[in-house]
């Protein structure tokens, strides 16, 4: 008779392993997602680290070509990159969708809020960092164009006008209910604090939602993990 510490590796859940970096922006997305869906016991962390360009280095890049974190590893090796696809699979590990949506119209308002977050905050800001601030340093930065970043940056501001006006009239960023949405304006906001690039304080509706969003316990697990002196998975 098996006792109840007898382990069946027959039933237990595949492992995953996730390529990142503890601190970086588009890492928290998949993290946040993670603590939302309760699912960190079944992924390994490795890290790449971004200030010594490992993720454009070839041992990385022959799981991601874009050479961009994260990346998520099955057990059978398939690699899944970009944080709303590794979401989405998340997702769906359980037969319940909760972050992607249920319906057809909130899988497609959701994607679309996300999509809009990724391209009017996110990647504005990822271009400002990259382009007009040292980035990553001379090592990584190989080219940089000061009057893009800038332009993006200011992109960004005002893609912080656009959420604060949707988030007047709606609690959260696709609605009624947290969402993948959701978790990609965080990300952004979290990459905008690195570069120090503030929120304006008008954006009253903005200021207080991304408050709310650092009670969640999914947030405040990535910010204790980011801390320096902690653990880095």
């Known amino acids: 008779m098996k006792s109840n510490l007898d382990h069946d590796d027959t039933t237990s859940p595949a492992m995953m392993t996730i390529y990142d970096w503890h601190t970086g922006p588009y890492p928290a997305r998949v993290r946040i997602a993670l603590a939302e869906k309760h699912l960190q016991a079944r992924i390994r962390f490795v890290s790449v680290n971004l200030w010594q360009g490992e993720h454009k280095q070839a041992a990385f890049l022959a799981k991601n070509y874009s050479g961009t974190l994260p990346v998520l590893e099955l057990d059978d090796g398939t690699c899944i990159a970009e944080c709303t696809a590794i979401t989405e699979y ?34 504005a800001i990822s271009v400002y960092f990259h382009h007009a601030t040292p980035g990553l340093g001379p090592n990584v930065e190989l080219y940089q164009n000061a009057e893009w970043g800038l332009r993006q940056r200011d992109k960004a501001l005002r ?10 009239r709606q609690p959260f960023v696709a609605g009624a209910t947290f969402t993948m949405a959701d978790i990609t ?15 304006p304080a008008q954006y009253a509706a903005l200021n207080a939602w991304y408050t709310r969003m650092r009670e969640r316990s999914s947030v405040k697990h990535w910010v204790a993990m980011s801390e320096p002196g902690q653990a880095r998975d």
Do not use: C, Q
């Open 185 to 199: 304006v965080i990300g952004g906001l979290i990459f905008a604090a690195l570069v120090e690039l503030e929120v």
């Open 159 to 168: 893609g912080m006008h656009y959420f604060d006006s949707v988030l007047t």
């Open 90 to 123: 998340l997702d769906n590990l359980d037969g319940a969708p909760t972050l992607t949506g249920g319906t057809p119209r909130e899988k497609g308002v959701i994607h679309m809020m996300s999509k809009r977050a990724e391209l009017e905050l996110l990647d």
